[in-house]
């Protein structure tokens, strides 16, 4: 259930930020055509972020570099919140996003895998099938509220797609579906991290669920 919680959260905020992303910078910025870079940006960056996380595991637990990387994600938002129409500092913000997602995805499948093997240590089944179902149908449901959140704000801003400049209010939601929604949803992530323990019982897990694979292969 606590993997369930978080993938919600986890792509919620990521999602939202990439439904709303076009409108914050053609809007916001001013330069639609520079949305193409800051979806590069976000591509190319978390590959590195990936790699150096990797090589963290074999210090850090798990929980505690996952914690990290969402807290870099959330100054990240920051940043974009302060740079408001400036794209060198709104850059260095996605970058910043990127970076802390690179951390989460690697940390992300690997905790997967890890909840896997606990349910099998607890239940003596492998229930890994349905748990990628279940955590995969988490996945939707988070990317269908994003879409909705931000078309419901977009809806209260009174966003005009003819418009070539938007009103106060709609731009004030087009800033909290870009920037607030991620804010608030990676709170919530290190919330629900935070009761995240099964690095602590990781190499007990897997000791004895070497012992017992190895028993019923013989």
Excluded: H
């Amino acid at each position: 259930m606590l993997m369930i919680t978080y993938t919600f959260f986890l792509f919620l905020g990521y999602l939202g930020m990439f439904a709303a992303i076009a409108y914050y910078f053609k809007y916001i910025v001013g330069n639609e055509m520079m949305t193409s870079v800051a979806v590069t940006i976000t591509t190319i960056v978390p590959i590195f972020s990936m790699l150096i996380a990797a090589r963290l595991n074999a210090k850090y637990s798990k929980r505690n570099i996952s914690i990290v990387g969402t807290l870099i994600q959330i100054l990240g938002s920051l940043i974009i919140w302060i740079g408001g129409s400036n794209v060198v500092i709104v850059f260095l913000g996605v970058g910043m996003m990127g970076f802390g997602m690179g951390f989460r995805s690697n940390m992300y499948f690997s905790m997967l895998a890890d909840v896997a093997d606990y349910g099998e240590w607890q239940s003596g089944r492998n229930l890994a099938g349905t748990q990628m179902a279940v955590n995969g149908f988490s996945n939707k449901v988070s990317s269908a509220c994003a879409s909705a959140i931000v078309a419901g704000l977009l809806a209260w801003g009174a966003y005009d797609g003819t418009a070539a400049v938007q009103s106060s209010k709609a731009n004030m939601a087009i800033l909290f579906a870009f920037v607030i929604l991620p804010i608030i949803a990676n709170i919530a992530s290190i919330v629900v991290m935070y009761f995240y323990d099964l690095d602590k019982q990781y190499d007990q897990m897997e000791r004895e669920l070497k012992e017992r694979r190895k028993k019923l292969a013989e």
